[in-house]
Structures are given as structure tokens and as C-alpha cells.
């Protein structure tokens, strides 16, 4: 019984202080890209891991564009990791791509780009790289058409390359 009372006053505190908001981070809109400076210094490889969700279409064509990077604008992007030939994005299914980049400390952001009439539901984003730990981005949800959308976990860092310029 007192257990349960606990449970129920933790409940409550919790309700109450976040105020109804997730405390699982949630992807949000991005309005307008620009890349860095040193987008093009590629001398790092990077394996990006993405798990389209068992609820998303079962194929899509659309195009789709990643970008992502660390707190120090080093940023990496690749304007079209789709290929419909290939049977990319495919429901339940994980697709592996190898970018290359500058070299960044730890990935902190990452945001999808989705041009297209099909729709994608993407499940999460891992990426993996040589002088970083790997981190996973949970998505979750359809990827918004035409606006970049994702995550920005760098406490304003990256807010140099993620700029006012529109793609």
C-alpha cells in the first residue's frame, strides 16, 4: 500500500513539473539550413544507420537528405541517401550508409530532409564514428515534407551551421 501511495505522489510530481510535456525528446522542424564552412573537408567516414518503422509505407520514393554533426560546426551532409532502385526506406527494414565528412567530436544534432509525395516513417538514426560514440536519435514519426526535421541536443552550439539561409 505505501509503495503504491509512492508511486502515485512520484506520478503526480512528475505531472505537475513537466506540465504535460514528454520527457522523451521529441524530432522538431527545422525552417531553414545552411551548411558550414567545412562541409566539404571530408576526411572522415561515418556509418549512419536508419530503421524506417514497421508502420511507415511500404516503399517510398521521395528524396531524402541527412545532415549531422557536433557542437563546434563541424557538420556533415549528404543530399540524397535515397535510391529507389536499391530498395532503400522499405518498411521494418534498417539501411546502412557510409558518409564522408569533416571529422567531429560528439554528434549532438541531426536532421532528415524529405522531398516527395509517398511519405516515410522513420524509427531512429545511429550514427557511428571513428573519433565518436555512436549515438541513436529516436524518431518515431513521419518525417515532415519538405522541412528539415530532427534533433538538436548541443545546447545552442550548433546554431552556427543551422542557420537563417534557406536549402
Known amino acids: 500500500m505505501m509503495k503504491a501511495v509512492s508511486f502515485l505522489l512520484h506520478f503526480a510530481f512528475l505531472f505537475t513539473f513537466t ?11 527545422l525552417r531553414s539550413f ?13 556509418t549512419v544507420s536508419i530503421k524506417t518503422s514497421c508502420s511507415s509505407p511500404r ?11 557536433d557542437a563546434y560546426g563541424n557538420q556533415v551532409y549528404a543530399p540524397r541517401i535515397d535510391d529507389p532502385s536499391s530498395r532503400a526506406f522499405e518498411s521494418c527494414s ?6 564522408s565528412g569533416p571529422c567531429a567530436y560528439q554528434i549532438c544534432y541531426v536532421y532528415l530532409y524529405r522531398n516527395g509525395y509517398d511519405g516515410w516513417k522513420t524509427q531512429t538514426v545511429t550514427i557511428y564514428g571513428h573519433y565518436t560514440k555512436s ?4 524518431y518515431n514519426s513521419f518525417i515532415p515534407n519538405g522541412i528539415w526535421y530532427g534533433f538538436n541536443h548541443c545546447n545552442g552550439g550548433a546554431s552556427a551551421a543551422l542557420s537563417t539561409s534557406s536549402m
Open 135 to 138: 549515438v541513436t536519435f529516436y
Open 94 to 99: 534498417t539501411d546502412t550508409f557510409q558518409i
Open 59 to 69: 516503399y517510398t520514393r521521395d528524396q531524402i537528405s541527412i545532415a549531422f554533426g
Open 19 to 29: 506540465q504535460g510535456r514528454s520527457i522523451i525528446p521529441q524530432p522538431q522542424p
Open 34 to 46: 545552411k551548411l558550414s564552412n567545412n562541409q566539404y573537408a571530408g576526411s572522415c567516414s561515418y
